[in-house]
């Protein structure tokens, strides 16, 4: 290529940025973002939001699995916590997973729970891809740092790429989610989980990761969530 016609896509490719980024600003004028959880302008999850998640009650909240595996939840999906959920899981918002996860070691304080490692729920890569991180890994490594414990993050991969869950009833997520986890019996044998993610709903997603990592030589397996689903 001549010199001229590299100075010709050089300036074709700074001009093509510009009126990209020129784009982009007018969009945000038109359309700017607001927190998920009071509409406030400029900004996916507001600074008042985040004062007052960081002020909001853990509500310890227990169940049991299909697996069998305990899993607690630090409140209700609703208010506060379900917004924060979603502006985390689907609004950009991986930052949130600090004060989410302060919230987990918070809960976990609470029971009289021993484990050796936390896994989060693992996403498809290309739902990973799609999102840029997994919202249960940016949790799970604030857990692990608080609660001094090593994070696995891919201990436990999913390996097929499966709808979402949301809307589906009990058997319609245990037909999405059959065979989608495999865990890594290198890293998991002989060892007692913890398991992070957002959402409890039916407990279907962390069951077929327990039974997964049980199938791997996984001892003893616990969940923890920020909401469970009433």
């Given at each position: ?27 945000d004028l038109l359309f700017p973002a607001s927190c998920v959880h009071c509409g406030r302008v400029d900004t996916g999850f ?28 630090t409140g209700v999906h609703q208010g506060i916590l379900q917004s924060a959920v979603q502006a985390l899981k689907y609004h950009g918002q991986p930052t949130l997973g600090i004060p989410l996860g302060q919230r987990l070691a918070q809960t ?123």
């Open positions: 290529m001549t010199q001229q016609a590299e100075t010709r896509t050089s300036i074709g490719f700074f001009s093509y940025t510009a009126i990209k980024n020129v784009g982009h600003t007018l969009l507001c600074d008042i939001c985040h004062a007052d998640l960081a002020n909001f009650p853990t509500s310890l909240y227990i169940t049991t699995t299909e697996t069998e595996i305990p899993v607690a939840a976990i304080q609470q029971l009289d729970w021993t484990f050796d490692i936390i896994i989060p729920v693992p996403l498809h890569t290309s739902r990973y891809q799609e999102r840029g991180y997994n919202q249960s890994q940016e949790m799970a490594v604030e857990v692990a740092k608080l609660m001094n414990c090593p994070c696995l993050p891919d201990a436990i991969i999913r390996t097929r790429s499966t709808d979402s869950q949301v809307g589906l009833n009990r058997e319609e997520r245990l037909r999405n989610l059959n065979d989608a986890f495999s865990a890594q019996t290198e890293l998991i044998n002989g060892k007692m989980l913890l398991l992070v993610d957002d959402v409890q709903t039916t407990g279907t997603t962390l069951s077929m990761c327990a039974e997964a990592a049980i199938q791997a030589g996984a001892t003893a397996v616990y969940g923890i969530t920020v909401t469970a689903a009433t």
